[in-house]
């Protein structure tokens, strides 16, 4: 039996006194750093975080199990069990909105059915008879996350998509779960099945529904090129106006998504929770330059999704930097279309053809710059020259290569180079010794040969930067 002691302050007095002696060595000590959640498996671009090497303090710190996060190219910057299937929830209702929208019109009527009004669960407090405008039922669906808006949409979608093509199912609620699947391929889906129209997944709803994170965010984006979509969503709580037995009725419209209040760049998208799929939520934000996209699935708590899409889109901005392309030492003026301006000097060509003629070359953006993602790396370049364009005179602004810059091994962009000066063909004397090259002497010695000038700076990891 192990030792017992008996506390000097009695029974109760001893529970009381350890207790103020914890806390008065908790209140005594430095405030420790909360340990962020960052699994080696995480890929941040093509790579995980262990291949690369990164600490974490590089890293965003996520707590859910399926997480990605896109930019607006489509390119994912951050993965965790990205394309795992995993439950989505009412994360669904994304897609009964897109698929909703390409077979009513905003001014169509929706009328409540008895089977909309008792689906259950999260609901927009419709009722049956209740009729709106298909673009406030939308309202219902997306704002509080309404099952009985979900259905009686896609009651009227369904019916619409029968009308075109009759052999598509058997009821409207069928075509309409039809059309869902069949979006998703169309977008590019590769992991996600969709059984209804809202999300639910178990007692009479219980099946194969389920999708990734990496296919939401496809979904994510097709969503939020639609702009009634991406104003309903980035509203936040609303009211709409319904017709019930004959008079208009108020329904408030409480919003399920709390990052409009958290983040100030948040603008939506969806809500999803079920017991199979857990806290969830598919997000979207903007600095007004570029879209950002995050799904976390399967949170442990409601809070989490939102503290982990928060996470990812600080995360995300923070590694995105605008990069210059153009950093020459040197400037030159160029005269061409009547105007002489200042521009940097790129490259310099030693032309062959020419004796002791050397083409300075410029580019068509001298301010030419893009946003980049620091962690992939530097950004180099490559000079194309077309010799076929100097063969002849070469005039001022004639282009006459171009210039491309990669990150990552991915060509990121290209622009026209073109001469800063005109420079006259090759006159007799080039002539004559050109053909005296032409017999005698090695064709390697009579290449145009270039000198590039432009600088590329190297990018450093921005968040140690901000260290």
């Not at 806290?279 to 999704?305: E, I, N």
């Amino acid at each position: 039996m192990p030792n017992m002691r008996t506390c000097a302050f009695g029974k109760g007095g001893c529970a009381r006194t350890l207790f103020a002696l914890a806390l008065a060595g908790a209140l005594a000590l430095p405030a420790l750093p909360a340990f962020a959640d960052v699994r080696k498996s995480d890929q941040i671009g093509d790579s995980t975080v262990e291949a690369l090497g990164l600490s974490v303090g590089d890293c965003p710190d996520v707590a859910s199990d399926y997480a990605v996060l896109v930019d607006s190219a489509g390119r994912p910057l951050f993965q965790r069990q990205a394309t795992a299937p995993a439950q989505i929830a009412s994360i669904t209702k994304v897609m009964t909105a897109l698929v909703s929208m390409e077979y009513l019109k905003l001014d169509d009527q929706i009328v409540v059915s008895e089977a909309a009004a008792a689906i259950g669960e999260s609901s927009a407090n419709l009722r049956a008879g209740d009729a709106m405008s298909f673009e406030t039922a939308l309202k219902a669906l997306l704002v509080p996350s309404g099952n009985d808006a979900a259905v009686a949409i896609s009651e009227a979608a369904g019916q619409a998509i029968l009308e075109r093509e009759p052999g598509l199912g058997d009821t409207p609620a069928a075509a309409f779960v039809a059309k869902m699947n069949e979006k998703a391929k169309e977008l590019g889906c590769t992991d996600t099945v969709y059984e209804n129209p809202h999300g639910l997944d178990d007692g009479s709803f219980a099946g194969s529904l389920h999708s990734t994170a990496s296919d939401q965010a496809l979904i994510a984006a097709k969503a939020m090129d639609s702009d009634v979509i991406a104003a309903i969503v980035k509203g936040g709580s609303t009211s709409i106006v319904v017709k019930r037995g004959g008079s208009n009725t108020q329904i408030d419209l409480q919003t399920t998504d709390a990052l409009l209040e958290m983040y100030d760049r948040a603008i939506g998208v969806k809500t999803g929770e079920t017991l199979l799929a857990g806290p969830s939520f598919m997000g979207a934000a903007s600095d007004g330059s570029m879209k950002l996209y995050a799904v976390v699935l399967h949170s442990d708590t409601a809070q989490t999704r939102f503290d982990d899409a928060k996470a990812l889109f600080e995360w995300g901005y923070r590694h995105y930097i605008d990069y210059r392309f153009i950093n020459a030492d040197q400037t030159i003026s160029m005269a061409a279309n009547s105007t002489v301006t200042e521009v940097p000097l790129v490259a310099q060509v030693k032309l062959a053809d020419r004796h002791d003629a050397v083409l300075d070359v410029t580019i068509s953006d001298p301010n030419a710059s893009q946003r980049v993602f620091d962690l992939d790396g530097n950004v180099s370049q490559d000079v194309e020259i077309d010799d076929g364009a100097l063969s002849g005179v070469v005039k001022a602004g004639q282009k006459v290569g171009s210039i491309s810059f990669k990150q990552h091994n991915q060509t990121i962009a290209r622009y026209d180079l073109l001469a800063a000066e005109t420079v006259d063909a090759p006159g007799i004397f080039d002539r004559v010794s050109n053909w005296f090259w032409g017999l005698f002497g090695s064709s390697d010695d009579r290449q145009n040969v270039v000198t590039v000038h432009n600088n590329m700076p190297i990018i450093k990891n921005n968040q140690k930067n901000q260290a």
